[in-house]
């Protein structure tokens, strides 16, 4: 293994930072797992609850086949363990918007074993993170704690929503690399469509379990911090607890295992104050539901629609497109971004592609708040704008105005780069008679310049750039540097 | 085996079932009582035997993927003890 | 006109036909009979405008010529059937007065063949006794009586028992844990059918142990049990562990020719100390049945001494769970709690009687940590050997012969201290529930203080037909015709 990097140092010396998280990851499903209500967010309270989520007195489980279906599709995309027979346990414990009493979960046979995810480190290389198991289980309610100065408000919209508990090993290192982890799973889940991974709405959750020790030793005791729900909390969160564990422990004290809270208001985590009573769940195999069983067909049919994952893409966009590695990271990171991308780059030069849809593209979007679905320049247009540099009928510089005012327009207007640089008279100018009396004008009213020039051939930049700042930006740039160093003598 | 009564107060704890310190001794006697009768099994040898959960031979059946249920918020709430507007309300949990 | 509460099933069903009375006629004999019944405390809950209007209902069915198969029987059902907009408590403070918005699949199949609801029956708090004496409306009294002693009508099922035998109901619906159908009609002189588990829904009764708990019938005769077999059973796509198959006509198997048929009698359960009576029906019950041509095998169901152990292991573990929803927050009967987990703790202590948290006790014991392979999973195991030694006793014989229950009715009060002596009711039957198989009480005889005693037969899987066949010529044969005397009537 190689060496960690990312030690934090106490007082004693370094300390590493061991991480493994778990992640709930709501199936994307229309229906619960085991009910026919439904799973929309944002609903009136209990609106969608059925006699079998409130747990109502006789009330069976039914479970939703499409959910099984999405969790052997998650599974092949972590290149996991698919169990053709698993089993569906009960969790016993008490919790108000936990209506049966007990959660329907799998505990010692999962429908998904040991798979991989791969992440990309800062410097560069590649990192695999374990997969431990993938297994299905119901959501619980939902309790608003501050609505009642004391009293618990209980929301069983969520009760029997289906979820993918994703359990990883302790293979991480630092928060860096556990955010990597979240969002390349994410990725992947998305790529799949399995999950919606939409952190905000809780559809996507990381459970963090953080421990730290001395290079080389043994795993120290672990605190679990429940349910963080964005990527930048599950850095704060890890950077916090960690700092805390190397603090408590240097001054004497000891780690206590326990199951901790993430205040995003304070940056800290706190133990959760509920009585941390020694967990006994009492796990046993649900006796409403028979045992999940499936055949090798089943799980072949899943796998022959299986979409291009992350991994794969970013290769193929690097081995066809020639991208760098880092560009073809960056635009495999969302399944609708690459689509963008490959779509603009039909018949383009692919890297000028990359770098408008990761340049301009992106920084627009983010400015204005936007998703890549909703972009006001279609990839179509993108393409054709990289084309109108590469035929040199735009200069890049004009190119980037084009491209705001397409931006400015939005998808409505819809004008094409051509008709805009006709429109504003953006051509580039390549007719050499033109470009050739600018630079004339340029060197005449600058003799002191060219004496300089002649001396220190670096200068002739600052003609070409006075040229085109004369020319309005219009001017070929290759045609003005080639006209400013032979009339200057440089070459 | 037989149950003692800081056995019988973890129990409770986890089945949520309140006694008091006067009702331990009995329970303690009567669980005793119950849990050396099962305990006969021991006696069994069941080594590679396969625990059996459920006398259905069949295989589990699914549903479709197609919202059926729900929308009656007033029948799911009509029997609760206490609730606020849509609400169930209980005692405050502290996290 | 004669008295209607006199007819059985199948009679009823006759005489609505021929329109020699009318449901209503019918429906009220039994509603004025059940009103004047409070001594035996048989039902928890009577509903007599719902059960005229039903019946009314009914006569308009026939009179348009669109009878039903039960048009216009009146019948009463265990308070473990949840009923739409009719309190439903499984005889448990826990669930106060819970009125569901929801009608379990069985009774609903009932009244879509046109049965007629009386109301409510009693039984042990969530079916969990053999004497109905741990209801929260207290003890159903068995109509049967030794001398001046009051007895207990078997259980969980009591009020069921209690109702047929009393003739305040035509039929009664009921559940089999480990035996709750068929001890209370052994303690009480009636038909009661466990059928295989999974031959009738579960949704909507109010769940004991989801592994075992069955539905089914306690009547008169063993036609009217193949009846109410006929509509209770269904195939329900709620209930996964519901079996998908065709519901046979179960009246069309009593042809009454059991020639040829294999009857093993399985040699454990000659128990020791089992009274002699109950040993001598047995015996008369065997020649019976060879009488009618049938051929008796010797069988061994080797780990016969186990079942009990293992069920008391098994279902408790399942209830623990199966319990944890009564907890105060979306129904029934909360206490308040200084915090949220001593709310809990108040409700459960307040709302469960003794033999439920002694249950739920042990469950949550055999299912925790550092116990559960000790004692939950040997018991799975032990549950395997137990469907293992029916599956090779079947190889040699088609239906087993045993004695329903080690005594008759006992007297009110007796074992409600020893739990243990309690449990033992359940020796002969239990075995049955742990390897879902259908088993069925027919009443055989009377012991000397002149209270009936059931013969048990045990059919395989899905083997109802056989079954009811071979009990239609056990009926025939033993003639039984004895009514409790009727001490209660007000
Ligand atoms: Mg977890
Ligand atoms: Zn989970």
Redesign the interface.
């Known amino acids: 293994m190689a060496e960690n990097k990312n030690l934090i140092s106490g007082a004693t010396g370094d300390w590493e930072i061991v991480l493994g998280l778990e992640v709930h990851a709501q199936v994307a499903s229309k229906a619960k797992l085991f009910s026919g209500a439904a799973t929309e967010f944002g609903a009136e309270p209990n609106s969608q609850v059925s006699l079998v989520d409130a747990a109502m007195p006789g009330m069976l489980p039914v479970i939703n086949w499409f959910c099984v279906e999405q969790a052997v599709r998650t599974g092949l995309g972590l290149k996991a363990q698919i169990n053709n027979y698993s089993v569906f346990d009960r969790k016993n414990y008490f919790y108000p918007d936990l209506p049966q009493g007990y959660q329907i979960s799998q505990f010692q046979q999962p429908i998904v074993g040991e798979g991989a995810i791969e992440i990309d480190l800062a410097d560069g290389a590649v990192k695999e993170i374990g997969i431990e198991r993938l297994h299905l289980e119901q959501d619980a309610g939902k309790s608003l704690h501050d609505q009642h100065p004391n009293m618990s408000f209980v929301d069983l919209n969520r009760s029997g929503v289906a979820l993918m508990e994703i359990v990883s090993n302790p293979d991480m290192r630092s928060a860096a690399e556990a955010q990597a982890y979240v969002k390349k799973l994410r990725a992947i889940l998305r790529y799949l469509g399995t999950c919606d991974g939409n952190m905000e709405q809780g559809s996507l959750r990381a459970d963090v379990n953080v421990s730290v020790r001395k290079p080389g030793d043994e795993l120290g005791t672990r605190c679990e911090i429940k349910n963080v729900n964005s990527i930048r909390f599950i850095g704060q969160a890890i950077e916090y607890e960690a700092r805390r564990q190397v603090d408590l422990i240097e001054d004497g004290g000891t780690v206590e295992q326990q199951t901790r809270l993430f205040d995003p208001k304070t940056g800290e985590t706190r133990a959760m104050r509920s009585k941390e009573e020694a967990h006994d769940y009492r796990y046993f195999p649900d006796p409403d539901l028979l045992p999940l069983e499936f055949s090798q067909e089943f799980v072949d049919e899943i796998a022959k629609d299986l979409p291009e994952l992350p991994d794969e893409k970013k290769a193929r966009f690097i081995n066809d497109y020639g991208l760098t590695p880092y560009d073809a990271g960056v635009l495999v990171g969302e399944a609708e971004n690459a689509a963008f991308f490959e779509s603009a780059a039909e018949g383009q030069d692919a890297k000028a592609v990359a770098n408008m849809v990761i340049g301009s593209v992106f920084a627009g979007l983010n400015k204005a708040d936007l998703d890549i679905a909703d972009s006001p320049v279609s990839a179509a247009q993108v393409g054709q704008l990289v084309g109108l540099i590469a035929d040199d009928t735009v200069s890049g510089r004009s190119a980037k105005e084009v491209f705001e005012l397409m931006f400015e327009d939005g998808p409505d207007q819809g004008k094409n780069p051509a008709v805009i640089i006709e429109e504003k008279g953006l051509k580039q100018v390549t007719d050499t008679g033109a470009i050739e009396a600018a630079v004339d004008e340029v060197i005449d009213a600058n003799p002191d310049k060219v004496a300089q020039a002649k001396e220190r051939p670096k200068m002739a930049g600052w003609f070409v750039g006075q040229v085109m700042q004369a020319t309005g930006g219009k001017a070929n740039p290759q045609a003005v540097n080639k006209l400013v160093m032979l009339k200057l003598g440089l070459e | 085996m037989s149950v003692d009564e800081n056995m019988v107060r973890r129990i409770a704890n986890l089945a949520r079932i309140g006694v008091t310190d006067g009702e331990l001794p009995a329970l303690a006697k009567e669980l005793s009582a119950i849990i050396g009768f099962v305990e006969q099994l021991s006696e069994l040898d069941t080594d590679g035997v396969k625990p059996l959960t459920s006398a259905v031979e069949d295989r589990i059946r699914g549903r479709e993927d197609i919202v059926t249920d729900g929308g009656y918020a007033e029948d799911v709430l009509a029997n609760a003890p206490e609730k606020d507007d849509e609400y169930f309300a209980v005692p405050k949990v502290v996290e | 006109m004669t008295d209607l509460t006199q007819l059985n099933l199948a009679d009823a069903r006759d005489g609505l036909a021929k329109k020699q009375f009318s449901a209503v006629e019918l429906t009220q004999a039994h509603i004025d009979r059940v009103s004047a019944s409070s001594a035996l405390n048989a039902y928890v809950l009577e509903t007599p405008e719902k059960a005229l209007a039903m019946a009314a209902e009914s006569d308009a069915k026939i009179a348009a010529g669109e009878a039903r198969p039960l048009e216009g029987l009146p019948i009463g059902v265990k308070d473990l059937f949840?009923t739409k907009g009719v309190r439903?408590t499984?005889c448990s403070n826990i669930?106060?007065?819970?009125?569901?918005?929801?009608e379990?699949t069985v009774t609903q199949n009932l009244w879509n063949d046109g049965a007629v609801m009386l109301g409510k029956l009693n039984n042990d708090e969530f079916a969990m006794g053999s004497s109905n004496e741990t209801s929260r409306f207290g003890p159903v009294v068995n109509p049967w009586k030794a001398g001046d002693t009051a007895l207990v009508p078997g259980g969980s099922s009591g009020g069921s028992s209690a109702a047929v035998a009393a003739r305040l109901g035509i039929a009664a619906t009921a559940t089999d844990t480990g035996g709750s159908i068929r001890q209370p009609a052994a303690f009480t002189g009636t038909v009661g059918l466990k059928p295989t588990?999974?031959r009738c829904s579960?949704?909507?009764?109010?769940?004991f142990?989801?592994?075992f708990d069955q539905a089914g019938p306690i009547t008169h005769t063993v036609r009217d049990a193949a009846m109410m077999l006929s509509s209770m059973a269904s195939f329900d796509?709620?209930?996964?562990?519901s079996?998908?198959r065709d519901v046979p006509n179960y009246e069309a198997a009593l042809t009454g020719d059991i020639k040829g048929l294999r009857v093993g009698i399985p040699q454990e359960y000659r128990v020791d100390n089992m009274p002699a009576e109950i040993e001598k029906l047995w015996q008369q019950g065997i020649e019976w049945l060879k009488a009618a041509g049938a051929e008796i095998v010797d069988v061994s169901l080797p780990?016969t001494?186990?079942a009990?152990?293992?069920y008391?292991?098994i279902a408790p573990?399942?209830a623990?769970?199966n319990?944890?929803?009564y907890?105060?927050?979306?129904?029934?009967?909360?206490q308040?709690?200084?915090?949220?987990?001593?709310?809990?703790?108040?409700t459960?202590?307040a709302g469960?009687g003794d033999e439920v948290?002694?249950r739920?006790?042990?469950g949550?014991?055999a299912?925790?940590?550092g116990y559960?392979d000790?004692?939950?999973?040997?018991?799975?195991?032990?549950?395997?050997?137990i469907?293992e030694d029916f599956t090779k006793a079947y190889e040699k014989c088609d239906v087993l012969l045993t004695p329903t229950t080690p005594s008759a009715a006992f007297e009110i009060g007796k074992n409600v201290e020893d739990?243990?002596e309690m449990?033992l009711n359940d020796v002969f039957t239990v075995t049955v529930n742990?390897?879902?198989?259908p088993g069925i009480s027919v009443p055989a005889g009377l012991d000397g203080d002149g209270l009936p005693l059931g013969l048990q037969l045990i059919g395989q899987?899905f083997g109802e037909e056989t079954l009811l066949r071979t009990a239609g010529v056990l009926e025939q044969a033993a003639g039984f015709d004895a009514q409790p005397q009727d001490w209660w009537s007000a």
């Open positions: 949840c439903t499984a669930l106060g007065d819970f009125t569901p918005p929801y379990s588990y999974g579960r949704w909507g009764i109010v769940a142990a989801s592994s796509k709620r209930d996964t562990t079996v998908e780990h001494k186990y009990l152990p293992a008391y292991i573990a399942e623990s769970s319990l944890a929803r907890d105060g927050v979306r129904y029934g009967a909360r308040q709690g200084t915090d949220i987990d001593d709310m809990y703790a108040q459960r202590a469960f948290k002694r739920v006790m042990i949550t014991y299912l925790s940590a559960y000790a004692y939950y999973v040997k018991a799975l195991q032990v549950r395997r050997l469907a739990p243990l449990y742990l390897a879902g198989l899987a």
